[in-house]
């Protein structure tokens, strides 16, 4: 099975845990392989913590549809606010996390369910694993940007990688099938969320089903809206300059003018101690300002950007050393009343039709359903 989940990848991921699975057919998936020598990076070992010997950061394959996206450095490197609002915050919860995160949707498991025997099947995202391994006639391969809640699929024998879903280190036409629950609201930028899109269908065979679902503007309960904390301007100013308030711009779409670092050669355009600046006070300005920049303009568009708190009880918290470091440096704060360690999770909440204007233009995908599901967008694309 090892073998098998070594000829699947064909492009560099940071660190690989497998794990056999005894109840899995085996398949025969040589042709998978771009090259007959094996991958750098791929480390046969279900050791959970053994570094990657990759030198570069892999770089991006054609897609299947023939044609080849040239995506500029702003789409391939992370933004600082993915890195310290998505990433560093769920290395930090994923055990608490995990331990929320049990129950299958009922529309997922459908997806599931319906696929033949022996289907493989791509969880970009994948979490703690809870849908990995679901249809027991499925052979499956999930990735996660974070590396404790790798850690904790491979825990439970599942094959899984540590990969971020705008780059997928895998060959394309590999699978039968592709998941993304979840994942693309916390990518913040417009060509980085049709970039994974597109990655989704690039990694599946011609008929291949891709399911996406993402957090909806028109949640059920309304008031949990009033529980998030709005950015304005894109924070251009909050994480820029700290000393100006943040103010709505009406011409900037997306989340462009977040600094970003470049993973070559380690270079950060921001420091901590300005993200910690930025940070102190931030939900009461941010709230305030939107509140105002809203009755300047009743027509302005809709709220989008959002910090999504997570409460980490302080038991958890005390568990290792990234809840200290998160508030020695501003990421994160107490709630001595409730009894946890708050983080704020980056989110860009999709609304209606926002999904199918990323997928429109994509020569090589058509939707094939499309739902509202549990406060959540989602929609089925077949690969042409």
């Known amino acids: 099975m090892i073998q098998i989940f070594s000829r699947i990848a064909a492009r560099t991921p940071r660190q690989a845990i497998s794990a056999s699975n005894h109840h899995i057919p085996t398949l025969h998936l040589s042709e ?12 046969n070992t279900i050791n959970p913590m053994t570094p990657s010997n990759a030198t570069s950061e892999a770089q991006p394959a054609p897609l299947a549809g023939g044609s080849n996206h040239n995506y500029p450095p702003s789409v391939q490197a992370t933004p600082d606010i993915e890195k310290k609002y998505v990433h560093r915050v769920y290395d930090a919860i994923a055990p608490h996390f995990s331990a929320t995160r049990f129950a299958k949707w009922p529309k997922v498991a459908g997806f599931l369910d319906s696929l033949k025997p022996g289907s493989v099947v791509l969880d970009a995202g994948c979490g703690n694993g809870k849908y990995l391994g679901f249809n027991p006639g499925c052979f499956y391969v999930g990735c996660d940007i974070s590396p404790p809640l790798v850690e904790i699929c491979a825990g439970r024998g ?6 971020d879903a705008v780059n997928m280190p895998y060959r394309e036409n590999v699978g039968d099938a592709a998941i993304s629950i979840a994942v693309l609201h916390h990518l913040s930028t417009e060509e980085r969320r049709r970039k994974a899109i597109e990655e989704l269908v690039r990694v599946v065979k011609r008929g291949g089903l891709v399911l996406i679902t993402v957090w909806a503007v028109e949640q059920e309960d309304k008031s949990l809206l009033n529980k998030w904390t709005p950015l304005c301007d894109k924070y251009n100013e909050e994480w820029v300059d700290p000393s100006s308030p943040p103010v709505r711009s009406k011409s900037s779409s997306v989340l462009d003018s977040i600094g970003e670092t470049d993973e070559d050669t380690g270079g950060a355009k921001q420091t901590d ?10 939900e009461d300005k941010t709230a305030a300002a939107c509140s105002d920049s809203l009755s300047m303009d009743e027509h302005d568009k809709t709220q989008q950007e ?3 708190p997570w409460h980490l009880p302080f038991h958890r918290a005390e568990i290792g050393g990234a809840s200290a470091a998160a508030l020695q440096n501003g990421l994160a704060k107490k709630d001595e009343k409730k009894g946890t360690v708050v983080y704020n999770r980056y989110y860009h909440i999709f609304v209606e039709g926002e999904l199918q204007r990323l997928v429109a233009g ?3 995908a058509a939707i094939v359903d499309q739902f509202y599901d549990k406060s959540n967008w989602c929609i089925v694309l077949e690969k042409l």
């Open 32 to 43: 998978f392989s771009r090259c007959n020598q094996p991958h750098q990076g791929i480390h």
């Open 362 to 364: 994509m020569k090589n």
């Open 273 to 282: 101690d300005q993200l910690k600046s930025s940070y102190d006070g931030l």
């Open 158 to 163: 599942h094959e899984v990688f540590v990969a």
């Open 306 to 308: 959002y910090f999504v």
